[in-house]
């Protein structure tokens, strides 16, 4: 079955960089994504990547891919306290459903 | 307004009530799901809609059933609570069609069940 594993916690200080990891299971996930859930909300779509794709930049956002690893990351430059959040990536599978990971929740320490 | 309202925000019941959770969309979405959400365990997928007349079940849907209403709404019950169904519940609606960003899904703001 499917698997997305990610780390469950995560602190960095205000304007250092962030990186959180993911890894997934299904290699043929055209696309992968990175959603954000803030407190006492629904989540939203913060990017996605193509799997053809190594890189993708997007403003602070900068999402790395590693196929052959079956490794994702997110990472975050300039983290403000805005950021503290929970982060899920996902991976598609199925009849185009999504498999969300645990969720790694962010903190920004002032 | 909310694109996708869930009701009740906040639910406490007692072990073996019927609970009904209700979801409504205003964004002329064919899909919609029913996730729920545990500390640590990230979400997992009860049932899902591809229309009216199409319900699935996903990972966990053992002691839920759902109804798909109309396109705007999906409403998931409990017919007999049990302590361990005490989550966070979001209702969630996408227009996939395999296009370039067909994974973006919309939560509603989710609804908080706590069964005793």
Redesign the interface.
Known sequence: GEDVEQSLFLSVREGDSSVINCTYTDSSSTYLYWYKQEPGAGLQLLTYIFSNMDMKQDQRLTVLLNKKDKHLSLRIADTQTGDSAIYFCAEIYGANNLFFGTGTRLTVIP | DAD?TQTPRNRITKTGKRIMLECSQTKGHDRM?W?RQDP????Q?IY?S?DVKDI?K?EISDGYSVSRQAQAKFSLSLESAIPNQTALY?C?TSD?K?D??????F????SRLTVL
Do not use: H, K, S, T
Request: aromatic share 26%; net charge negative.
């Open positions: 996708v799901y996730y640590g365990l990230g979400l997928l899902y591809f699935n996903g979001f969630a996939f395999g370039r960003v067909g994974g973006e899904l939560f509603g703001e989710g």
